[in-house]
């Protein structure tokens, strides 16, 4: 699992939400570009919080407990059947992936663990991890889980959005704003990278922070062998959030690659910032680490 590595291994953590298909589809679309392993896994929330929140409600714990473990199970199972539907559907075969193999392969993994310990603790153990683009107004995909896969596994993620993408990879946009998040998250990219058809590597005036220009990174991606382009632009009347996506969908770009969070989350969280934008409103699949 060095950078710049193949992405042999994918762990796909399941919610229920309308987003399952795109997440599915995003991560086939990799698993067959690397004859990946692909393992979907259902964590299972642990129970003190929803014990906490059953007080006062008319509702004793014991009857709250039992009545959530019960929905957990039958989650459980239909977020299973999807999985191996899907994959059968695709004729991807469910073997547990032990050794590598010449096409995709898929398992599935199924534990009960408090909070998000299980996707941010075994989600180090892939090269890659996919989840669903959170989407408004709806309670999955969760927030939590994507930052516990962004912020405990110490892998990229792989964003899917609402609607399943048909191809990611050939037209490449790197978001460039000279911090270390980025050049760590092209490095995670490499194999994606140097498959890409196009890649351009765009530079927001406004979201620049101290550090190497979009021009340098070009030139450190042409030494290895990767065909990019720099495009320096203003944001305008644009944040630059807005600025990266409505550039990347100008270019027809199928995959966007951003380093997360180099503004603090909660400061983003008060005064926005390119990564808040792109997690509220990407269309397109975004690769991001941190």
Request: aromatic share 4%.
């Amino acid at each position: 699992m060095l950078l710049g590595g193949m992405m042999k291994t994918i762990l796909v953590p399941l919610e229920e939400s309308d987003v399952l298909p795109s997440i599915l589809e995003a991560a086939l679309i990799v698993a067959k570009r690397f004859d990946s392993y692909v393992e979907g896994l259902y964590e299972q929330p642990g129970l003190t919080e929803v014990v906490v929140a059953g007080e006062g409600l008319g509702v004793t714990p014991p009857d709250l407990v039992e009545t959530f473990q019960q929905q957990e199970k039958e989650r459980a199972v239909r977020a299973h059947e999807l999985f191996e539907a899907f994959m059968k559907e695709k004729g991807v075969p469910l073997n547990g992936g032990g050794s590598p193999q010449d096409h995709p392969t898929a398992g599935w993994v199924e534990e009960e663990v408090p909070g998000r310990d299980l996707v941010g603790n075994r989600g180090r153990l892939f090269d890659l991890i996919v989840v669903g683009r959170p989407v408004r107004n709806s309670a999955t995909p969760t927030m939590s889980l994507l930052e516990a896969a962004l912020f405990e596994t110490g892998r990229p993620i792989l964003i899917a959005p609402p609607k399943p993408p048909s191809g990611l990879g050939k037209n490449v946009v790197v978001s460039w704003n000279g911090s270390y998040e980025t050049p760590r998250c092209i490095s995670f990219a490499m194999p994606l990278l140097r498959e890409a058809e196009k890649v351009t590597v765009l530079q927001v005036e406004e979201g620049m922070v101290p550090g190497p220009t979009a021009n340098d990174a070009t030139i450190h991606l042409r030494r290895n062998g990767i065909n990019a382009e720099a495009l320096n632009v203003e944001a305008g009347r644009r944040t630059a959030g807005e600025a990266v996506l409505e550039e990347a969908e100008r270019i027809n770009a199928d995959l966007l690659i951003k380093g997360a969070y180099t503004r603090s989350r909660i400061r983003q969280m008060i005064f926005g910032g390119i990564t808040s934008h792109i997690l509220d409103a990407a269309e397109m699949p975004v690769l991001m680490c941190h």
